[in-house]
């Protein structure tokens, strides 16, 4: 029987400090809505690495169609007709414009602001972030109005750039123009805010509760079995993936904590955090699908490591700090390691778009329903250039884009002519941003 | 310079690039970088020809000592900035420099333009170059029509940069007069004292053709050179309606110019008695020989003011 009644977006699967949103269900759609309706939500994400990139490893020789990728985009290969690669868009504001040496603090702290930030160790001051004012718009619709993660360092106070506050290299998004967003680092504490009731437990409380439940999803085991026989066999399906996908996470997560016990239980890290790299950008992007699929939020950002860091790569036997060698001074051995660490990022990045693509969303994948921008606040990290900045959109932002192109724009581009045209694709529509001159054209489908 | 004095004042350089006056000003402004009197803020080119970009960014590498398209690409060049429109036809006096090979058939005079996409869009160009210079320490030259001048105005936020950073615009008769309406715009809006040279001060101002064969006589390949032979037949003197721009923005209170009357736009006058330094002047700073640049390294920098807490 066909009826109008359908499930509603917003439903949750509940349990005692539990609250799991759902994918979007085949159940979700009234049948005989208009497809208009039926529409899932475009979502943005920004995935930043730090220091720059080694640009001859990045941009293609060519324009246009997108064909052979350069080396540090090689494991994007699969992923050719779904990504947009953008040339020649400039940070001016990330230049020094007077204020001498800190690059690296500028360029993060303006790369979402588009303004420059006032050099101070404490009196900090950028401007609110387009992401910001995106999840101001658009945020009233999901329970968080946005999301701020990253892997390294949230340290927020001190100087970490040549007079410029560590408040400007480790954060993305700004909420005013003094109080930035510190991104949320450990997994258990992104597990538990996505999923639990908002409150972050101790660890000691956390083992407690782990003795007596093996999972969140035993929590919400009611909701569960009432809501899959009232679903069809795809939906079913769907919903069976996805809480499976939770509870990969949740395992992971636990498996990070046990050995972390192991290590060193007084270790200076979040409890939850796994000791390798690519484990922890996967758990941090696993919940990123999550929270995308089951429309927790629209608006994501996450940066990598923080801008400037000096982390070593040992994961792939690099033991110099990231930003020491990205000061090359042309030597080949030491582009070759910068290529290495750029290259093993994008490889993480890849196997999270993979799983974005991987889900089914409406008549395509989730990634068509994103917008996802991989890119970073410098070009060249050895000569701190602002321009040309590196920039990839992977998805479609919900049918708008034309993937599978590069294209190049004029030099001296603001990259702030992206974020607004990326505001359009989301529904918020302003005139000026940053530094903007006007929306960049030709990413349409016309 | 002190510490904390100010730099050399900035110069925004916006020609057409369709006369011989406009590339010998723009090499004095290059001249006036290797002396330490002005530094080029930035460079745009109103009338829609890649070539004309090409040869500005020749002109850079050739003064900051690049040899080759890769030593120059190498040491960054600046964007140049290239209006839109329908490609304007060639012009010998920048397609022969432009062409001019070596006996390696290495261009003699490379660039690191291809494409439009190698350049910029001059009102943006211009508004993030007047976003690097210190208040009050840039001027701007214009030796063509004020076409990208008044988008810059239009711009959002631009005007405040312009009356934040900028002393001075310095125009050409010869080159506003070519587009009415824009000159009439940028006259009746534009926020800082405007100076015009008008066409008898450069008609009364000739460089002097000989000069060519003279004062160049230091190197056997010159991109000034060789556009100025292109332009017309050898010998002519030619007027100096960019040059007398330039000068004036750069020495406005050297005595090289009176100005008329009062209100905005005023006038250049000619005090006969300059004449011959004037011409001097022009000479000596179009054939100056380059000065090459230094790089700066970002590193060279955090060396002298490193950040306190390692990561």
């Not at chain 1, 101070?120 to 701020?148: C, H, M, Y």
């Not at chain 2, 723009?26 to 890649?50: I, N």
């Not at chain 2, 397609?95 to 190698?118: C, M």
């Amino acid at each position: 029987m066909i009826t109008k009644k359908a499930l509603p977006r917003r439903t949750f699967l509940r349990g005692v400090g539990t609250a799991v949103a759902l994918p979007f269900l085949d159940a979700m759609v009234p049948a005989l809505a208009s497809a208009k309706n039926a529409k899932p939500p475009v979502r943005m994400a920004f995935v930043y690495v730090p220091n720059g990139i080694i640009m001859q490893g990045w941009n293609p020789d060519y324009e246009g169609q997108l064909n052979e990728l350069p080396r540090i985009l090689k494991p994007m290969e699969p992923f050719r007709q779904d990504i947009t690669l953008l040339g020649n868009l400039t940070h001016n504001t990330g230049r020094a414009l007077l204020d001498g040496a800190g690059d690296h603090g500028r360029c993060c702290a303006s790369y979402l602001t588009g303004v420059q930030p006032r050099k101070s160790v404490t009196d900090i001051k950028a401007g609110v972030s387009f992401d910001q004012i995106v999840a101001n718009q658009v945020g009233r619709q999901t329970r968080f109005p946005s999301l701020e993660l990253g892997m390294e360092d949230a340290r927020q106070a001190g100087d970490c750039d040549s007079r410029y506050s560590c408040a400007y290299t480790n954060n993305l998004a700004w909420r005013s123009e003094s109080e930035p967003l510190p991104p949320i680092l450990d997994p258990r504490a992104l597990f538990e805010r996505l999923f639990g009731n908002g409150v972050t437990m101790t660890p000691e409380a956390r083992a407690r509760e782990n003795f007596y439940r093996r999972s969140i999803l035993d929590f919400v085991s009611d909701d569960t079995h009432q809501l899959e026989n009232n679903l069809g066999p795809t939906d079913r399906r769907k919903l069976d993936e996805y809480l499976s996908s939770i509870r990969a996470v949740e395992l992971q997560i636990q498996k990070a904590e046990k050995d972390n016990a192991q290590i060193d239980p007084h270790m200076d890290k979040p409890y939850g955090t796994p000791a390798d790299f690519a484990e922890h950008f996967r758990l941090m992007t696993d919940m990123m699908t999550i929270a995308f699929q089951s429309d927790l939020t629209r608006v994501i950002t996450f940066l990598v490591t923080h801008e400037g860091t000096s982390r070593p790569y040992r994961e792939i036997d690099i033991a110099d700090g990231h930003h020491p060698l990205t000061h090359h001074r042309n030597h080949p051995d030491l582009i070759e390691k910068v290529t290495q660490i750029n290259s093993y990022h994008v490889t993480q990045f890849a196997a999270w778009i993979a799983k974005v693509k991987a889900i089914r969303e409406g008549d395509g994948s989730l990634l068509d329903n994103c917008m996802i921008v991989y890119g970073a606040g410098l070009s060249d990290g050895n000569r701190h250039l602002h321009e040309d900045l590196p920039t990839l959109v992977a998805g479609r932002g919900g049918s708008h884009f034309k993937p599978g192109r590069r294209i190049v724009y004029r030099k001296e581009t603001p990259m702030c002519n992206l974020f607004l045209a990326m505001m359009d694709r989301m529904g918020v529509h302003v005139e000026h941003f940053g530094d903007s001159t006007g929306r960049l054209d030709v990413l349409d489908l016309a | 310079m002190f510490p904390g004095a100010k730099p050399a004042v900035g110069v925004l350089f916006d020609s057409a690039m369709r006369r011989i006056d406009d590339v010998l000003a723009l090499a004095m402004l290059h001249a006036y970088g290797g002396k330490g009197q002005a530094r080029t803020a930035a460079v745009g080119v109103s009338c829609p020809d890649l070539e004309a970009a090409q040869f500005c960014d020749s002109l850079w590498a050739f003064y900051a000592g690049a040899a080759t398209c890769t030593a120059a690409k190498a040491m960054h060049p600046p964007p140049v900035g290239l209006a839109d429109g329908k490609p304007a036809a060639r012009l010998p006096m920048l397609s022969q420099p432009l062409g001019k090979r070596g006996a390696d058939g290495q261009p003699v005079y490379p660039n690191t333009i291809q494409s439009i996409e190698d350049t910029a869009e001059v009102p943006t160009l211009f508004r993030n170059a007047l976003m690097a210079q210190y208040d009050q320490d840039a001027v701007i030259v214009l030796s063509g029509p004020a076409t990208n001048l008044v988008q810059l105005l239009d711009m959002y936020g631009a005007k405040d940069w312009i009356m934040r950073k900028v002393r001075l615009l310095s125009v050409t008769g010869v080159g506003v007069e070519s587009d009415a309406a824009a000159a009439q715009k940028l006259f009746a809006e534009w926020p800082t004292p405007i100076a015009m040279a008008g066409r008898e001060i450069g008609d009364a101002l000739p460089f002097p053709g000989e000069a060519i064969e003279k004062d160049f006589a230091w190197t056997t390949a010159d991109p000034v050179v060789d556009a100025y032979c292109a332009y017309r037949p050898m010998p002519y003197d030619a007027p100096s309606y960019a040059m007398a721009a330039m000068l004036y923005a750069v020495h406005p209170n050297d005595g090289y110019f009176k100005l008329s009357g009062s209100g905005n736009p005023r006038q250049l006058v000619l005090d006969p008695t300059q004449k011959d330094r004037i011409v001097g002047a022009y000479v000596e700073l179009a054939s100056a020989k380059p000065v090459p640049r230094k790089p700066k390294h970002p590193a060279e920098e955090e060396k002298k003011n490193p950040p306190l807490a390692a990561h």
